[in-house]
């Protein structure tokens, strides 16, 4: 994926960990829980200042307050366990191209990133339902895009599947695909990727980590 060179970015801290958003002149184009799958390159040098320099600084193997690694609350998820930021590794999209890599430009005050911040907070404190934000999604194929858009039209407290998503945009025969491409969904939370199952209604992946999903699922459920 590749973002322009005036990406803006900013951090703040939730009940569900450090989260990091970004945003363009279109809007709000990203947000990553701190160590996720698929962390944007540009934000790894201020993630890693951020860790040396906080006095609160993530620890390697910690995890979030009340959640537990995916091998004790979840099973490993792709054989994989937890990993900290600092261990993560440039992070191919296609063969031979790699991800964006241009650092962005800190803004704390920047009006898209305020909005989203707020708006994040009253989802996960259960005051928000619905996110009313500009959104950015060009940095995906016209796939990817199709499939996200898709996700926004899954209301809180409803799930779906793979197969059913790959049907709503009638590419029924592109279930892996599609599951693909929410899993490189770049807006978590705003974009609910959280909301697809397993057809067996098992919580399969997610890049924030299975327990994030699994208590996102739980809030919504409180919510609806």
């Excluded at 184009?29 to 944007?40: E, S």
């Excluded at 241009?102 to 990133?113: E, I, K, N, R, V």
């Excluded at 892996?176 to 992946?205: D, E, F, K, M, Y």
Aim: with cysteine; proline share 8%.
């Amino acid at each position: 994926m590749h973002y322009p060179a005036d990406t803006v970015y900013t951090r703040i801290p939730t009940d569900q960990g450090t989260v990091w958003l970004a945003a363009t002149a279109q809007g709000l184009a990203g947000l990553w829980f701190d160590g996720q799958k698929h962390f944007p390159p540009a934000l790894r040098g201020a993630c890693r200042t951020w860790s040396v320099e906080s006095e609160n600084r993530p620890q390697r193997g910690q995890f979030l307050p009340d959640l537990q690694p995916h091998s004790q609350a979840m099973g490993q998820e792709d054989g994989k366990k937890w990993t900290a930021a600092a261990d993560l590794q440039p992070t191919i999209s296609k063969p031979g191209r790699l991800l964006d890599t241009t650092a962005w430009t800190p803004a704390p005050q920047h009006p898209t990133l305020l909005q989203a911040a707020v708006q994040l907070q009253q989802y996960l404190q259960g005051q928000r339902k619905v996110f009313d934000l500009p959104l950015d999604l060009s940095m995906g194929t016209a796939f990817q895009q199709a499939v996200w858009r898709a996700l926004l039209a899954l209301p809180c407290g409803h799930t779906t599947s793979y197969g059913a998503l790959s049907q709503s945009i009638a590419r029924p025969s592109a279930v892996r695909a599609v599951a693909a491409a929410v899993g490189r969904n770049p807006l978590s939370v705003v974009v609910p990727c959280h909301r697809v199952l397993g057809a067996n209604g098992s919580l399969t992946g997610y890049a924030g980590g299975l327990p994030r999903k699994a208590a996102l699922l739980g809030l919504e459920a409180r919510l609806a």
